[in-house]
């Protein structure tokens, strides 16, 4: 019996696997018909494997539709990423921190049989924990961990068992594993999942999160009032992981110092895979700024970004039109659309960033690279949304002021070094002597600060105001050191330099009693200037100049110097500490306020005068450590790794063990080298000085651990 002839209906139109054909009916199953449909089928899976969405009979990929990268394809999820014509990672992955690729032989992952092979090795992990004894013990649990038949999970990561409970963090090792929203939960033994936040090894709860920032926002923020205490630390890290764990890591110098020796390492690494990207966000102009104004513990400024990131961050503001925050368009190619309260945020955000750019470049004797336009100007504050708030424009006047200092002092084209001439800086000084009171009785009178709005509720800031308008004037008056001892003012600058030098540190000192021992809490800038006071005081007390003032009053103020200085530090042997034993040791050294010091000095001389003049008012200090480095190099003393683990007292007549052995076998590089001690979570090379800018002129003492481009054979104008 002969089979029936195959029988197809017509195609209703020509496009095949268009809308509204019709399926073809047959009653045997033709090659040519099993060919197409396996054509068609492995087409429709090339298709859906590539991420492209579309009939299946289509011939061309629709226009515009993205390839979805391996994350969002796991997921089954949308996907924005776009790879032409540069490859911009997709909004998911962003948010979660994932890594953004696409690779042409990517294969999702079932879920059941990852889950299983967890609910297996969640079982084997609560056996071995019961067996381990006790239970709370973090090493023994390490211990028991190591033996695991599970090659991927051989030890708790580091600190993990410190910030949370033994058992949470052995249960929430399979949670780690999984990536379950790129760390950021952990699960408890009681099956419950805790919020955290992960960065390196390091994994915080959630109630240790909360404790931080509510320290950073007590102590911390009155330094520099510009973020939102209302805002949740989760909101913070959704806007910019980098904001969220510099607030961290300044809140952990006093609340966990080990703490912050553990996110040493991975904050910089996230510092400059963040500054990699382009383009930027100006949230990250706000992480600079508290990064600038508390910078990682260090004991080599070699190893200080600090100058150079602050440079960044104007950079970084200005390609983004932080400066122009009303015109934000220009400088986007999306639409940009800000509402009243997000353009208040952006004009505060660039008012800190100038003021503290401000005080980075005065703290390392650097000219600024302050950009104070119409945005800053007081005509601004006749517009609401550019009104900013009292303990904001305060410090913005302040800084202003800063600035002109450094233009008029330290700015002539036609000098070598930058110095004005000893006419043309007594003129100028007398004007900013005149322009700092209008300021200090603006900021005193005006209710406090003339700018529309009304006073701030916090009563920290104002005593935090007083110590930078204190600071401003120290760094206009610290140009007494560049005049000539034939000057006509030349006693008259030094009174002013001594009157603003001590009242500085009693500005300093008072809200340490006023608040509460708030001076710990300091910025790296107070310190840089506190430090530059203490050498004021030294230079003062140590010449002519000390039979004028009180003695006793000198000395009493300098002992409180060096104890705010070691009180500031983080660690045994970071850099403030060093320096405070260099003070200390010229003090003792140089026998500084007592008769014998008076006696020899009682006419004036050129003992104040500065070798070191390119550093504008920080001189001062640069000049006073290379003093130190030629006197006890020459007498064969000087170690501070010893001296430091029994520190000098400038108020004792017995010189101390750590200072009074001469050890001629020390090598140069030993007079002034070493780091921060592996205990204190900082390691790194040896042979670091005390104060590296200073390299340069004593070239071939030490072993530098960086490259100069300078020659060995180079010589120093002025020096000996």
Known sequence: ????????LPRTQSSAGSVG??????????????????????????????????????KRRQPGVKRACNECRQQKLRCDVVTDPVYTTCTRCQRLNLECK?????????????????????????RRLQQASPPSNGPTIKASLSTSASPTISKLPAHMDQ??????????????????????????????????????????????????????????HPFVPFLDPARTPDEYYQSSPLLFWVIVSVATRRYDPSLLASLAGPLSELLWKTLAEVPQNYIVVKALCIFCTWPLPISSTSSDPTFMLAGLMMQIAMQIGLHRPSHAQDFSKFKVELREEELRDRVRTWATCNAVTQRVATGYGQPPSTFYDWTLAPLGSHEPSFRLSDDVYGRLLIETFSNKITKALYSNRLDPVGLVSDRERSVHTTFLAREYEDLEQKLQLDGPFANGVPPSEDPNTLAVSAVYLRAANLHLRLSAFFESPSSIDYHIDLF????????????????????????????????????????????????FFASHVDIEYGRNLFTRTIQAIRSISVFTNDLPNRLAEVLAQLWRSSGAGSRRSIATNESSDSSLQLKVKCRM??????????????????????????????????????????TSIADNSLAPSALLGGTLTPSD??????????FDPLNWMLDGLVDLPYDLSMGTDMEVPGST
Do not use: C
């Open 1 to 8: 019996m002969n089979p029936l002839p195959a029988v197809s």
């Open 21 to 58: 054909n019709a399926a073809p009916i047959s009653t045997t199953a033709s090659p040519t018909s099993v060919k197409g449909k396996r054509s068609r089928k492995e087409s429709s899976s090339a298709s859906e494997q590539d991420g492209y969405e579309g009939s299946i009979g289509d």
């Open 102 to 126: 696409i690779e042409s032989n990517f294969k999702r992952v079932g879920k059941r049989s990852k889950n299983a092979e967890m609910e297996r090795e969640i079982v084997e992990l609560r």
């Open 163 to 220: 910030y949370m409970g033994s058992e949470e963090a052995v249960a929430s090792l399979m949670d780690l594993r999984s990536g379950l929203e790129g760390g950021s939960f952990l699960r408890s033994p009681n099956a419950q999942l805790l919020l955290t936040r992960r960065i390196g090894d390091i994994v915080l709860t959630h109630d240790r999160v909360q404790e931080l920032f509510q320290h950073f926002f007590t102590f911390y």
């Open 496 to 543: 002013a330099l001594w009157h603003s030098t001590t009242s500085f540190l009693e500005a300093a000192f008072s809200i340490n009693t006023a608040m509460g021992n708030v001076l710990v809490y300091s910025t790296n800038y107070i310190l840089q200037m506190i430090i530059a006071a203490g050498f004021s005081l030294l230079k003062l007390m140590n010449s």
């Open 617 to 658: 008012s920080m001189s001062l200090v640069f000049d006073s450590v290379w003093r130190w480095r030629e006197e006890f190099q020459a007498q064969g003393r000087g170690n501070l790794e010893s001296a430091l683990k029994n520190p000098t007292n400038p108020d004792s007549a017995v010189e101390s063990s750590a």
């Open 681 to 690: 979570g900082f390691g790194g090379e040896s042979n670091y000085e005390v």
